[in-house]
């Protein structure tokens, strides 16, 4: 796009709102999904469905970060409020080009593709009486069965799709690089949060302690994959190719077949 002659004026061109409006909806690298803490020198990867609002509140409750509004620590409301030397929050690739980054240390936690986008559509579109606008703007309808849903899913691409739709590679990676330095699992959840807990008690003296589970569907595992049809589990597997390649390889050849 070509920017307009400015003549005389010395303000630097900015897009209207509308325009930067536009660009946050069909760029999901606009979105700030690392929470990156400067004087612990910790970052985290949010993952949606991926026991993210658990993670959110232990290091809310480990670091002191309080809302003055009331807000709970699993909304991102909570963390726009911070102030920037305590959390700031960051693309993924800022987060890969800042020098204060680079000497610190970053976790996300992914979670087993089929699980993720079940448990996703059993919250988002069979229990909450309201669909999500972006959902609906995909073409996904409130209550619509689960092998409906996988359909619309599978044709939108991770650029127009709901942030709990996107792949989890898509998040945590730029250029082609995954940038946490740890990547844990769900379906492995309590080993690697300890690992978690080490790594960031070893770096800053300060313990998150025992993760307190939040809107954790645990019951929605990798097994549910057994119940669908050959066609949805294949729908999912070529979605979701890279999710299954770099964080559960041993699964991806088994949900093609």
Known sequence: MTKPDMGNRSKRWRPRKWARGLYRRINPGFERHVMWLPEAQIGYFRVAKAANSSIRTALALAFDLTSAAGRRPSKDAFWAEQDRDRVWRMRPAAYALHPATRAGWSFTFVRHPVSRLYSCWNNKVV?????????????????MDFDAFVEVV?????????????????????????LPDFVGRVENVEADWNHVR????????????????????????PEIAETLSPETRARIATRYAEDFRLFYPDDAEAERD
């Open 127 to 143: 229990e909450n009486p309201v669909l999500l606008p972006r959902m609906a703007e995909m073409g996904i309808t409130r209550g």
């Open 198 to 221: 080490y790594e960031i008690q070893m770096r800053c003296g300060i313990d998150p302690g025992p993760m307190r589970r939040h809107n954790m569907r645990g019951q929605t595992g």
């Open 154 to 178: 599978a044709r939108t691409p991770d650029a127009k799709s709901e942030i709990h739709l996107r792949s989890q590679t898509s998040i945590v990676s730029w250029r082609g690089r995954v």
